[in-house]
C-alpha cells in the first residue's frame, strides 16, 4: 500500500504566523510578487471583466508559462478579447526580463510596455502588444479575501505549496480597448486575483471545479479542488458568498457540501465532467444556501500538452501526459433555504466556470472523478 502524504490547508495561529499573515486580513505586500521567479516556481496576476454590452476581456500578467516552470524567468503577458457577438481576439507579449519590474511591496508589475498596479482598492492594467492594446481601471466593491492561508500545502514536510488570493473579489471597471476591428469604451465589473507555487501542479493536483459568477446582488467564489492519489485523493473547498458588498461567508467554518450532478464522458478529452455544480453552504449566521452552475454549452477544450513545442508533444501524450482545461457556459443560481423550502432564488444566465483536470480519467471512481 503506497504511503499517503499529507495535504492540508492550514488556518492557525502557528501557520499564520509563519507566513506572516493576519487571520481577517489581507495586506497590500501579498499582491506583491511572492516567489523568486527561478527554476520551480511560477506566478501569475490574473484580472478578468464583464462589460454592460456583453463584452469581456481576460489580461493576465506571468512570470513564465505555468506549465513550463523549469527555466528562469520568461515573461508573458496575454489579452483574450470577446465581443458580444462571440468574435474573439488574442494577443500576447513576451517582453525580456530585463525590461521587467516586479514589487514585493504590493502588486506593481512591469513587462516590458505593459503593466498591473494597485493597492488591493484600486488597479490600473495597461496592456500593449502587437494587435491590441487596453487600459483599465478596477476599483473594488467586496474587500480583498484569503481562504484561510490562502496556501494548500503538501507535503509531510510541508515543502510544497500552491497558493492563491483574490485580491478584489469584486469590482466595477472602466477600460479603453483598441482591436483588429476598431475602438471601445466601456463600463461594467472586474475581478483581480494572484497565484503563485513552488512545484508544478501537475504533481499536486488531480482535478479542480473552479466559478465565479455574480447572481443578482449575490457575488461567489467556488471551488473544489481534489489532490493527487499520493495526497489521498484529499479535497479542499474554497469559497465566498457575499450580498452587496458584505462577504456573509466562506469556507472557514467548512459547512460547504459539494453536490456535483449529471455526469457524463467529454468525447474529446475522455474526461467525467458534471454537468451541474452545486455547493451547499451554512453560513456562520445558519443561513442555508445552495449555489448551482447548470452547463449549457463548452466556450473552450484544449490539452495541456498543446502548450509544448511540436517536437515534445507525442512524447508527452506517449507517457500520459493528457491533463485538459475546459471552460463552461451555463446558468448560475443562488438559492436561500428554509426549513427546506426556497424563499429566495437568482440566477444569472451567462455564468463560466471551468474544469481543470490533471490526473487520468483512469483514476479510482469509487474516491475520486
Known sequence: MKKIMQAIHPDDQEHLKKMGLKKDEVMQWEDGMRTSGKKGTYEWWYSDFSFSDGTKLVIVFYTKNPVKINVGLKPLVTM??????????????KPDPKDCIYSKDRCWVINGDSRIEGDLYNYEIVFKGPKMSARVNLWNT???WRSQSGSLIFGDDEEYHFSWLPAVPEGDATADIKYPGGELHLEGSGYHDHNWGNISMFKLMHHWY???????????????ITAREEYGYKDFDIFMLAKGSEILGDNSNHTLKFLPEDEYIDKNTKKPVYGKVIYEYETPAGELYRITFDRKDDISREFFYES??????????AVGFKGSYQRFAGIASVERIEEGRVVERATEDSAVWELMYFGKAGADKSKKL
Do not use: M
Open 210 to 224: 473552479w466559478g465565479r459568477a455574480k447572481i443578482g446582488d449575490y457575488k461567489v467564489i467556488a471551488s473544489w
Open 308 to 317: 509544448l513545442p511540436k517536437a515534445l508533444r507525442p512524447a508527452a501524450k
Open 80 to 93: 483574450e478579447l470577446t465581443l458580444p457577438d462571440g468574435s474573439k481576439f488574442y494577443d500576447q507579449v
Open 142 to 144: 467586496i474587500r480583498a
